[in-house]
């Protein structure tokens, strides 16, 4: 590992360039603001030499401000601390104009650099995948903040659990609770009554009519679920083509059905034979498969034991478990770089292979799309 800042300065002074450097400690009221780590004011004939050297060092060159068409602006990867790194290059055709150019930049910063910045190129799409307990949610959480330092990121979760909570979720929530009260009441009239009485039949009634309609619910909601992540897919996918990065937390597929983000409706209630849930069944895989051909450009598989997930998620069956590790296992999406990362090491340690699995990935693409 190098220390990419450290090194980038030192290049540029043995290239002994008729520059002026300055590294900033800049600070604004408002937190919007982008501040680079390095301004570089140069001359316009030394810009393919500026060019190179960034390059070198693995930096992607960001969408043109409006400050000035002379104006670049680089960010980097320091893999020396996990650190983003942003260079401001502004050239000039004279060395005279340099102390005005810098003053110029200084004044107009402030106003005009206040969005977050984008790639200049379709960004590649990033998911991370796993079973349950391998840190899906907290990997794509710190991306998004590690990312938003410098860079426009958007977070896009395309799950079922704890951060979808449609109304139709809290509807399913009040009928179990029907469940629990009309089984209490029909256990106290048993006890009085005796269980051979008529008496227990309104509540028999009642029960399988609340079951009916909570199968009915749940068939809706998890439609809805696949409606909601293809919705994030296509406003990911508009995202993603002017600059910006998208992270997926889960990605849907249509390869194992009712697990694992896949279809669930047809495994859930094919024994019911009702027409409403056969048609949200359709509808469902339907949707699926138009997310399936969405497919992300780079996929993080987190691997981690059955025997490690099962002490993060004590509430889950070790047999779930292991046969979700599995199906990560063989997953495959279309089009797709995967990487397999191991989540059961300490959490620095993975957090960091994976910044770095993801920059190298991102120059990459940066590459191909000049």
């Known amino acids: 590992?190098?220390?990419?800042?450290?090194?980038?300065?030192?290049?540029?002074?043995?290239?002994?360039?008729?520059?002026?450097?300055?590294?900033?400690?800049?600070?604004?009221?408002?937190?919007?603001?982008?501040?680079?780590?390095?301004?570089?004011?140069?001359?316009e004939k030394d810009c393919t030499i500026y060019k190179r050297t960034f390059i070198k060092y693995q930096f992607i060159q960001l969408k043109k401000r409006s400050i000035s068409k002379k104006f670049e602006s680089w960010i980097g990867y320091d893999d020396f601390n996990g650190d983003l790194i942003q260079v401001h290059l502004c050239l000039c055709g004279r060395k005279a104009d340099q102390c005005d150019a810098m003053?110029?930049?200084?004044?107009?910063?402030?106003?005009?650099?206040?969005?977050?910045?984008?790639?200049?190129f379709r960004c590649p799409s990033i998911a991370v995948i796993g079973s349950d307990g391998s840190g899906k949610s907290t990997v794509t959480t710190d991306l998004e903040k590690w990312f938003s330092k410098k860079l426009d990121c958007?977070?896009?979760y395309l799950g079922s659990g704890d951060h979808y909570n449609p109304i139709y979720k809290q509807g399913l929530r009040t009928i179990v609770r029907w469940f629990g009260r009309s089984r209490s009441s029909n256990e106290q009239q048993a006890v009085k009554t005796g269980k051979g009485q008529l008496k227990k039949?309104?509540?028999?009634?009642?029960?399988?009519?609340?079951?009916?309609?909570?199968?009915?619910?749940?068939?809706?909601?998890?439609?809805?679920?696949?409606?909601?992540?293809?919705?994030?897919?296509?406003?990911?996918?508009d995202f993603s083509k002017n600059g910006g990065i998208s992270l997926f937390d889960r990605f849907p597929q249509n390869q194992f059905m009712g697990i694992n983000d896949g279809p669930k409706i047809r495994k859930a209630y094919r024994t019911i034979n009702s027409p409403i849930i056969n048609c949200l069944m359709q509808m469902e895989e339907k949707n699926i498969g138009r997310c399936v051909k969405m497919s992300p450009d780079l996929v993080i598989k987190l691997i981690v034991s059955p025997e490690i997930a099962?002490?993060?998620?004590?509430?889950?069956?070790?047999?779930?478990?292991?046969?979700?590790?599995?199906?990560?296992?063989?997953?495959?999406?279309?089009?797709?770089?995967?990487?397999?990362?191991?989540?059961?090491?300490?959490?620095?340690?993975?957090?960091?292979a994976i910044k770095k699995l993801i920059w190298d990935f991102l120059f990459q693409s940066s590459k191909t799309n000049f």
Do not use: W
């Open 201 to 237: 039949t309104p509540a028999r009634v009642l029960k399988k009519g609340l079951k009916k309609g909570y199968c009915h619910l749940n068939a809706f909601y998890l439609y809805r679920i696949s409606v909601h992540s293809l919705k994030q897919l296509k406003k990911s996918n």
């Open 103 to 120: 003053e110029n930049f200084m004044n107009n910063r402030a106003k005009k650099v206040s969005s977050k910045n984008r790639f200049s």
């Open 310 to 352: 099962v002490t993060r998620k004590p509430d889950h069956s070790i047999l779930e478990l292991e046969r979700k590790a599995d199906i990560i296992h063989t997953l495959s999406f279309r089009d797709a770089v995967i990487y397999n990362v191991d989540a059961s090491q300490e959490y620095e340690v993975e957090i960091k």
């Open 154 to 156: 958007r977070r896009y």
């Open 1 to 43: 590992m190098i220390d990419v800042k450290k090194q980038l300065l030192e290049d540029l002074n043995q290239l002994k360039l008729d520059n002026s450097v300055l590294q900033p400690n800049i600070t604004y009221d408002n937190r919007k603001y982008q501040q680079p780590e390095m301004i570089i004011i140069g001359l």
